[in-house]
């Protein structure tokens, strides 16, 4: 009995270490970063050397960074699922793209930067651009996206497939029909989650799409765009005498798009959970 | 075998491994045409693998491979080449456990005509209604198509189950086990509609429930161990059997 | 194959009922040699014992004859089990009807017993034998699913029909030549007619054994 105890009392301790440090982060982020916040702090372009103004450009790339990732990720990572879901046979073939994909998760992210650089900025002369940017993130993103899809894409049961293939339905007939629909929460969970983390990337924009400062928003997908991971090593390192607010505000803001995508994503699997009935 | 015996599904030394285990062993025998097969024998006899065998749905598990033949009328169905989607339109399945589709009833129903390019709202309509109703459910069901399927009962789904299957026009449907996990009135209740059914399709049925085998169908093959052991009229294998396996069985005095 | 655990309660049952219309079948033979024999020793006082016997017979054949419907409700037998629970119900029907014909030839013996002897009982007496020797091998043919026994029986059955022509003929030559032993004479006769009907469902018995053992109705006649 006593033993229970200390064992509850051991595993409450490690529970509020592992919550202590977000609790802390978010606390420091919203108590210095909080007074930065202001509706010119959103909507306009950083002034006076980045020391006054807003982060808007900021933001803008990185929205479209993010729907740019999505966009390319998604379509290549729900096709790379299903295969491996369904069309997959056993054996030699198969497992090793399994292991590329399992490496592919563990590269570190400024490889990523030095490969998008090397391949989409200068091979394809897309130069440092948001489609170089895009793609780079979204090669990045690849693997967490084919792990969520195809989990989901398995967690649909055998017995769909059985009963569309004994209609008389072709391979592609069920995936399509049966199999995707019902696993598409799980599908876009797993898309939010990989592109809120690309979101908060670095070094994967260093060289393939980040700008110091642009004056003008970008007009295409060829242009340079600012983004706020950059935009706050920036403020933090290349501009002498920033202001540490504006610093603290950038975070908060990016932490606040990062966080806001997680919590959209938990509850849009908890809805559809919900919504399941097998 | 040259070619098929009109008016049945003839099936010659039919052999079916997955992996190295041999799971049926040099299978024949003749089913008729419009009429209910009965397949008893005790679990891992092999009967559920033979009845995969008839619409080809043991190509999906990749170890499985089979030897023999298998003709439906004058159609060789395990001859390389065959259309196995064009044959799972023409011999349907229902399974142990219902499985609709988690879409609406109507949806459910023409999942099969949609799948195969009937496309025409008012044919699909047409074709959903004649499903229902010869699967005795549309009264049931006929107000509220638009629900989830999975809204029914246990045995209004597997209803539902079989009307999908009705509607791509089948002329063979295998059962598997279709009964074994109903309650008793929809068990009768699907009894009745197979009775119905026999009069344009032939149905094979495997089944556990021997009182259903003997309720309800006019032939029976008896299986163990992988093997065919005795396949005459039900009333010879459940009053008179020839072989004292058989008799065994039907007995209860398995060992 | 130790298959018959499985059933263990269900195969008690049946031995129950195999049993019980064994002890059916003794009864009806006792009745059989005692009326016979009162019938020969114009003893009124075993004639009595026999006639009391027939309820006996008559409870048996209520009780067994639930017995087989609540197997048949409860149980589902099926092919061996089923043969020999619908065999069952046949059997004891006969052998009812059987205890209904001794019953007779022992109201018969009361009643020549009271009356002067028509002549010395032979042909009987020897019909009397051989329907008994008939019923025992029945039963043990239905006790031990012997089913070489029961050509023994249809043979046995043809003896005694030409017996009973035998008698019949015999009595009706007594008669004419003095009709004022005609009432006597077609008690006799009618005796003979009993034993000979017993011997009739004696073979009936018999085929439904055979059928029981074989699945094939084989008329033994």
Known sequence: MVKQRYIFALLGASTIFVVLPVIGVIYLLISRGLPALSWTFLTQPPTHMMKEGGILPAIVGTVYLTIGTAVFALPIGVLAAVYLSEYAKPGRFTRLIRLAIVNLAGVPSVVYGLFGLGLFVMLFRFGASILSGSLTLAILTLPVIITASEEALSAVPQSFREASLALGATKWQTTARVVLPNAISGIITGLILGVGRAAGETAPILFTVAAFYLRDLPRSIYDQAMALPYHLYVLSTQVPNAPPRIQWGTALVLLIIVLGMNLIAASVRTRFRRAKKW | MVTGVPNSISVRDFNVWYGDLHALTNVSIEIPFRDITALIGPSGCGKSTFLRGINRMNDLIPSARSTGEIWIGDRNITAPGTDVVELRKDVGMVFQRPNPFPKSIFDNVAYGPRVHGTTDRSRLSAIVEGSLKRAAIWDEVKDVLHKSAFELSGGQQQRLCIARALAVEPQVMLMDEPASALDPISTLKIEELMHELKKDITIVIVTHNMQQAARVSSFTGFFLSGELIEFDESSVIFTRPHDKRTEDYVTGRFG | ?221
Do not use: W
């Open chain 3, 1 to 221: 194959m130790d298959g018959a655990q499985t059933r263990k309660s269900f195969d008690e049952e049946l031995q129950e009922m195999k049993q019980d219309i064994l002890k059916m079948g003794s009864v009806v033979e006792e009745m059989l040699a005692g009326s016979v024999k009162a019938l020969r020793d114009r003893d009124v006082a075993l004639a009595d014992e026999i006639i009391a016997k027939d309820d006996v017979v008559d409870e048996y054949n209520l009780t067994i004859e639930q017995h087989c419907l609540r197997l048949l409700a409860l149980q589902q037998p099926m092919a061996r089990d089923l043969r020999m629970i619908a065999a069952g119900l046949y059997i004891i029907k006969d052998v009812e009807r059987m205890g209904d014909y001794a019953l007779d030839i022992a109201k018969a013996a009361k009643k020549l017993a009271g009356m002067a002897p028509v002549k010395d009982l032979v042909k009987i007496p020897q019909m009397g034998r051989i329907v008994q020797r008939m019923l025992h091998d029945s039963l043990h043919a239905f006790v031990n699913h012997d089913v070489e026994a029961i050509s023994e029986i249809a043979r046995e059955d043809d003896e005694v029909d030409a017996l009973y022509r035998e008698v019949r003929d015999e009595m009706i030559a007594l008669i004419e030549g003095d009709p004022k032993l005609a009432l006597r004479a077609v008690e006799l006769v009618l005796v003979a007619r009993y034993l000979e009907r017993i011997a009739d469902h004696i073979t009936n018995v018999g085929e439904r054994i055979a059928y029981m053992e074989t699945g094939q109705i084989r008329e033994l006649h």
